[in-house]
């Protein structure tokens, strides 16, 4: 039993970025926060910051941001889960709490507690469960039903 540390990462990026969505300027998301690319949110820091929603990004700055907030969420999520416990993930499973961790940010991912007890005990029943039981799940639409059928292939699959 016990899986691999790191998962399929081009497999879990490429989810993330259908999900997301791909978007070559600046933007408002659905909060009206100014984004680009791969859902990055623009800082104050970042140079973008400044531009004018409608302003073009290069593939170039989009792929820099992209893979840094991707690695920015995997840490976090393994973090949050816990290293050991992680490992023992199945990798979709892995993929699943990476692609909830890059959607809603580390901080708000550690309060689905009920959710990631469900995960650490390999209880996907429970753990689809605590998915739905969630504003999250009805906000983002196909994705969380997406995840949460990943979540229970796993009671079919012996890994």
């Not at 820099?64 to 290293?83: P, Q, R, T, W």
């Not at 309060?111 to 209880?123: G, I, P, T």
Request: proline share 2%.
């Amino acid at each position: 039993m016990g899986s691999k540390l790191i998962m399929n990462i081009e497999q879990c990026k490429a989810e993330i970025k259908r999900h997301e969505g791909e978007v070559l300027e600046i933007y408002m998301d659905s909060l009206g926060y100014k984004t680009l690319g791969v859902g990055h949110l623009c800082q104050p820091e970042d140079p973008e910051y400044s531009w004018e929603v409608g302003t073009a990004v290069s593939q170039e700055v989009v792929d820099m941001y992209y893979d840094s907030d991707f690695n920015k969420h995997l840490l976090e999520a393994i973090h949050i889960v816990g290293e050991e416990d992680f490992k023992d993930l199945p990798e979709a499973i892995q993929r699943v709490i990476v692609n909830m961790c890059f959607n809603l940010g580390g901080t708000r991912l550690s309060k689905f507690k009920n959710m990631l007890a469900a995960c650490k005990k390999h209880d996907w029943n429970e753990m689809a469960r605590q998915m739905e039981d969630s504003r999250w799940f009805g906000q983002v639409g196909r994705r969380s039903k997406e995840l949460q059928d990943l979540v229970l292939q796993q009671n079919d699959s012996v890994y």
